[in-house]
């Protein structure tokens, strides 16, 4: 305790037990949880909140904060209490309410629930990977900034069990933690050499050691304490070694899961079950606490760690500088690209590079990058940025993930939640099936990270099926909390890019390969395109159209030539482009009405992709035309005409759907 962070005094010593005890007593009033982790790691968190970290309690978001990302998200009641010691607004009443419904301490850590989280983890390798982004961010910002808003490097703390080395994802994301010099970065394995299986040597051979050494990261080892703790004094001097490294650095933790527990210590139920009632009276006496007493908690002893870690804050330079509080650009942003030319033929991924050209020239902060893909989803290795450790030269904000999908949208996530920056990430649109993992916490986070896919259909040609997209765009359209948009042209991607920098929410952009008519917009679709679906075309005058065809993407021309081959049948037809299921849903019923029209109206849908989820637009009586198999490897324009994504296909369907409706039994 006070200005002597590296040392442990009784008082240090008090607060861990006293911390340790009352985990076991919400663990054991809640029924479940994770103990082990919980009981061996408590040490660790209080001595990065307690000792080693700078942080403000009163001001979670303070700027000049060291940061800490569980990427073992099973430790979150550890974090939880040491947050409540430090001071941040976590009541014993939310401790006692941990893993229940509307509490602020759910089972994992979520981003934006609970004061003093910095990222939403959980599935392992998750955090490690983000936590290498929101470093990146910091190092980024520090060597790019004229007037930072800290006078200290800042430092991100990841704490990471077993589980998240086992990931492969946490090895693409070290790999470019090496790459980009982040001696920022300090993660603390913790080896304990159990996983819920079984002992490691069941499931594994990698010398974790020698692996993070041949990536060049500077790798410490810690033994555990003479009495099997883990030894704070050896953690403290490993923290302060790697903080002087030019490198990222790993501390490999010798620990025994679920110590002291007397008899299920170092065993694979620990883990994830409820210590008995006999083991927590056990438990309790080995940290010198009474069994019978619940929820106990040394005011004094607590004021002293809060007061010590507020005056550490206090007196730190960066308190009393002035702050660089960049605030993100919205109207500027929007106003840049208001200008942005397109071609009358082009492709939607070339249409939005010429806007995210347009936008890094007005904003320092447009941050992103390809998975080895660059050229392919049209984007830039210009102004990339530059790895190194000195910070007196500017560097770039383009990124080189190298063919790494999982962990470039988790590192993604991680820049993204600083909401100074504008993230994107790119690859194939098949490819998203690698980075689903990380798009969900995008959404759950509520991060504003911006997918780019590119290939977006069969039209990829003689690639064949394994690079071709069928049941892609459905699974992304499950995801809750994040939009897909599928833009029909470059006019249109305008649009949705002004919303898009207005929302700052996570969103997927679907961009085609191929040429497309850059369609003209009046001021009425201008004004539509952002509610996600709009009558981007309409055949002949009218005030209740025959048929209604609604398409996203490349396929809103075919739509459109079909409608015009329609007109000399005199069926009036009007061509909806559903660029986004999700935005389109959020309108009025009395609009989604005005561009579908009722139940009884015929529709079809047109989409180079899985007909799933298109009957909640063509209703019962419609016919959904799409790709319900793999794709092959050809021409792509033939495969689309094979695959029926064609105008005479589509004339051919509607003329046969009008007709059964004419009949009066539409099937």
């Known amino acids: 305790m006070g200005d002597d962070c590296s040392t442990i005094n009784e008082i240090d010593e008090a607060i861990i037990a006293e911390t340790r005890v009352l985990a076991l007593d919400i663990l054991d009033k809640i029924g479940s949880g994770h103990p082990g982790a919980t009981l061996s790691l408590m040490p660790l968190v209080y001595l990065l909140y307690s000792k080693v970290m700078l942080h403000d309690p009163s001001n979670p978001q303070w700027p000049c904060r060291d940061k800490l990302i569980l990427s073992c998200g099973h430790l979150s009641l550890a974090q939880y209490i040491q947050l409540h010691y430090s001071g941040y607004k976590i009541s014993l009443e939310d401790l006692k309410s941990f893993r229940t419904i509307g509490s602020i301490t759910p089972g994992h850590p979520e981003f934006g629930k609970t004061p003093g ?22 190092a980024i910002h520090e060597k790019n900034s004229d007037i930072h808003d800290c006078s200290r490097q800042k430092q991100v703390f990841v704490i990471a069990s077993d589980g998240d080395i086992h990931e492969g994802i946490t090895y693409e994301a070290a790999n470019l933690a090496s790459l980009y010099d982040l001696r920022n970065l300090t993660i603390i394995y913790d ?13 594994s051979v990698i010398d974790v050691e020698s692996y993070f050494r041949s990536m060049n990261w500077h790798v410490q080892k810690v033994s555990k304490g003479k009495n099997g703790d883990l030894n704070s004094t050896a953690v403290l001097e490993a923290i302060k070694n790697a903080k002087t490294s030019e490198r990222p650095s790993l501390i490999i933790l010798e620990t025994i899961i679920g110590w002291p527990a007397p ?37 004094n002893r607590l004021e002293l760690n809060v007061t010590s870690i507020k005056l550490r804050a206090d007196s730190h330079q960066c308190k009393t500088r002035i702050m660089n509080q960049i605030e993100f650009p919205v109207v500027q942003l929007q106003k840049s690209i208001t200008d942005v030319e397109f071609p009358e033929l082009i492709s939607t991924r070339k249409a939005n590079a010429q806007i995210i050209d347009t936008l ?54 991680g820049i993204a939640t600083n909401l100074k920056n504008l993230v994107f990430c790119a690859t194939y649109l098949v490819f998203s099936d690698y980075q689903k993992p990380s798009i969900r916490l995008s959404a759950l986070m509520d991060i504003p990270t911006i997918f780019f896919w590119t290939h977006d259909s069969v039209a990829i040609g003689a690639d064949g099926p394994t690079h071709q997209p069928i049941d892609q765009l459905a699974m992304l359209r499950a995801i809750p909390n994040f939009a897909v948009i599928r833009p029909s042209s470059a006019n249109e991607l305008k649009v949705i890019w002004k919303k898009i920098l207005k929302d700052r929410k996570p969103v997927g952009l679907v961009l085609s390969r191929q040429d497309l008519p850059n369609l003209e917009l009046t001021n009425s679709s201008i004004e539509n395109v952002t509610k996600g679906g709009y009558s981007v075309f309409e055949n002949l005058p009218f005030e209740t159209p025959d048929l209604v065809l609604i398409a996203t993407g ?21 061509v909806v482009s559903m660029l986004s299921f999700e935005w389109f849903r959020m309108q009025s019923p009395d609009y989604q009405l005005s561009i579908l029209g009722p139940e009884s109206l015929p529709k079809i849908s047109l989409e180079a992709g899985s007909t799933f989820g298109w009957s909640e637009f063509t209703g019962r009586t419609g016919i959904s035309i799409g ?11 033939e495969l689309l005409k094979k695959f029926g994504i064609s105008a005479g296909n589509v004339l051919e369907k509607s003329l046969s759907l009008i007709a059964q409706f004419a009949k009066g039994n539409p099937e």
């Open 627 to 637: 790709i319900d198999s793999f794709g092959e490897s050809g021409d792509g324009s």
């Open 554 to 574: 490349s396929e809103v021309s075919v739509a459109i030539e079909a409608s015009k081959e329609l007109a000399k049948e005199e069926i009036r037809t009007r």
């Open 191 to 203: 080896s304990n050499g159990i996983t819920i299986d079984g002992p490691t040597s069941f499931n």
């Open 263 to 299: 008899n299920w210590q170092n065993s694979a139920k620990i883990h994830g079950n409820v210590l008995s009632a006999e083991e927590l009276a056990l438990t309790k006496l080995a940290l010198r606490a009474d069994p019978t007493e619940k929820y106990y908690i040394n005011m």
């Open 360 to 413: 890094q020239k007005d904003y320092q902060w447009v941050i992103g990058g390809s998975a080895d893909l660059t050229e392919s989803n049209s984007l830039s290795l210009d102004n990339t940025f530059k790895s190194g450790t000195t910070t007196d030269s500017k560097s770039g904000s383009n990124l080189i993930f190298g063919v790494r999908e999982h962990a470039m949208s988790a590192i993604s996530n």
């Open 117 to 138: 989280i910095e990222a939403t983890t959980g599935p392992l390798g998750q955090g490690f990977a983000t936590a290498v982004g929101i470093a990146l961010s910091d």
